[in-house]
């Protein structure tokens, strides 16, 4: 019962980016290219970023100087407004980023290398639903991580 996550989106970058600086303005904030940079390394990235890995893609695909603490400034007023997930991940030293925009999954991460997956169980979604409606809970929302070891290293161990 495994469902496929794929990471397309089903959104282009120019419908996206519109729907983001409405936001932006319904906050009371200005635009800011540095933002917009940070949204569209998260958006082109197949793969789950920390800070540091957002910083050098922006540095290396828009030639511009900024610096580490301004990526956090980003991704932390982008968590804020739920535009980007935050992992925290065990074994981690950095929180991992990504675009709070494909269907809800969960993540599996291998201890030996790092990789991370994603997956999606309905029955799974549906348990804890039940399991917090037996404590009175209204769900809003839950971190799940697996942690293991990947096939490719399973293999390697071999
Ligand atoms: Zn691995
Ligand atoms: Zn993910």
């Known amino acids: 019962l495994e469902e496929e996550v794929g990471r397309k989106?089903?959104?282009?970058?120019?419908?996206?980016?519109?729907?983001?600086?409405?936001?932006?303005?319904?906050?009371?904030?200005?635009?800011?290219?540095?933002?917009?940079?940070?949204?569209?390394?998260l958006f082109d990235s197949e793969e789950h970023l920390s800070a540091e890995e957002v910083l050098q893609r922006v540095k290396e695909q828009?030639?511009?100087?900024?610096?580490?603490?301004?990526?956090?400034?980003?991704?932390?007023?982008?968590?804020?407004?739920?535009?980007v997930n935050a992992l925290s991940l065990k074994g981690m030293d950095s929180m991992m980023?990504?675009?709070?925009?494909s269907q809800h999954h969960d993540h599996m991460v291998c201890k030996s290398c790092g990789a991370i997956a994603e997956f999606h169980n309905k029955q799974i979604e549906q348990l804890?639903?039940?399991?917090?409606?037996?404590?009175?809970?209204?769900?809003?929302?839950?971190?799940?991580v697996l942690y293991g070891i990947c096939p490719k290293c399973r293999k390697e161990g071999e």
């Not at 282009?12 to 390394?41: A, C, D, P, W």
């Not at 828009?62 to 535009?83: F, P």
């Open 9 to 41: 989106h089903i959104i282009t970058y120019e419908e996206y980016i519109g729907k983001f600086q409405k936001m932006i303005r319904s906050l009371g904030l200005n635009n800011s290219m540095q933002r917009e940079y940070v949204l569209k390394v």
């Open 62 to 83: 828009y030639r511009v100087k900024i610096g580490v603490a301004t990526v956090y400034r980003i991704l932390n007023l982008l968590e804020d407004m739920q535009v």
């Open 97 to 101: 980023y990504e675009l709070n925009l």
């Open 128 to 144: 804890q639903e039940k399991v917090a409606a037996k404590e009175g809970f209204t769900m809003t929302g839950h971190t799940m």
